[in-house]
């Protein structure tokens, strides 16, 4: 088939010459077959394009859409990690409001029983998350003690929904 292509240009060659045709009608027939196969090449590119984007988009839809949501700690879990501490920290006083866990120490020497107080409160309860909403430490500031740390604990879930992923 690749000869039968040559030859046909060949005796496209052979009649302009024989014809006496100008150069110009020559450069005119090769610009046309070159702008046929470039147009031809493109429409392949797009149609594959095509196919190929539709492909994609059926395949996602069916994949698992990973969801993560926080889950705050309970009222009770908040109480039985104060009740836990209690006993351990007696210069410390613990706090359950507005879901959060508050600790508040009133001697200002008492610093490395605050750290150890925050150190083991994060680590009370295993696969759960701690945040800090207001903290402050020294004294001449505007705080319920001269330590004070209200902290938040929350629980990750995580979940595979099936359904069309975003």
Same mark, same amino acid.
């Given at each position: +088939? ?8 060949r005796?496209?060659?052979?009649s ?13 027939w ?5 702008a046929t196969a470039?147009a031809?090449?493109?429409i392949?590119?797009v149609?594959?394009?095509?196919r190929?984007?539709g492909?994609?988009?059926?395949d ?7 969801v993560i949501?926080?889950?705050?700690l309970?009222?009770q879990?908040?109480n ?6 209690v006993?351990?920290?007696?210069n ?10 508050e ?16 150190r083991?409160? +994060?680590?009370?309860?295993q696969?759960?998350?701690w945040?800090?909403?207001k903290?402050?430490?020294?004294s ?6 001269s330590?004070?740390?209200a +902290? ?14 975003k």
């Amino acid at each position: +088939m690749f000869t039968g292509g040559i030859r046909f240009f060949r005796r496209i060659a052979w009649s302009v010459a024989r014809s006496n045709a100008s150069l110009l009608a020559a450069i005119a027939w090769v610009t046309a077959v070159a702008a046929t196969a470039g147009a031809s090449h493109q429409i392949y590119n797009v149609l594959s394009d095509i196919r190929m984007n539709g492909q994609v988009a059926s395949d996602l839809q069916g994949l698992p859409k990973l969801v993560i949501k926080k889950e705050p700690l309970s009222l009770q879990e908040y109480n039985l990690i104060a009740e836990q501490l209690v006993g351990t920290f007696r210069n410390a006083r613990f706090d359950v409001v507005n879901n959060s866990l508050e600790i508040r120490i009133a001697n200002i020497n008492d610093y490395d029983d605050f750290r150890e107080i925050v150190r083991a409160v +994060m680590h009370s309860k295993q696969g759960v998350r701690w945040s800090a909403s207001k903290v402050c430490a020294g004294s001449g500031i505007t705080c319920p003690a001269s330590y004070y740390v209200a +902290m938040q604990g929350y629980k990750l879930n995580f979940n595979l929904e099936r359904g069309r992923a975003k």
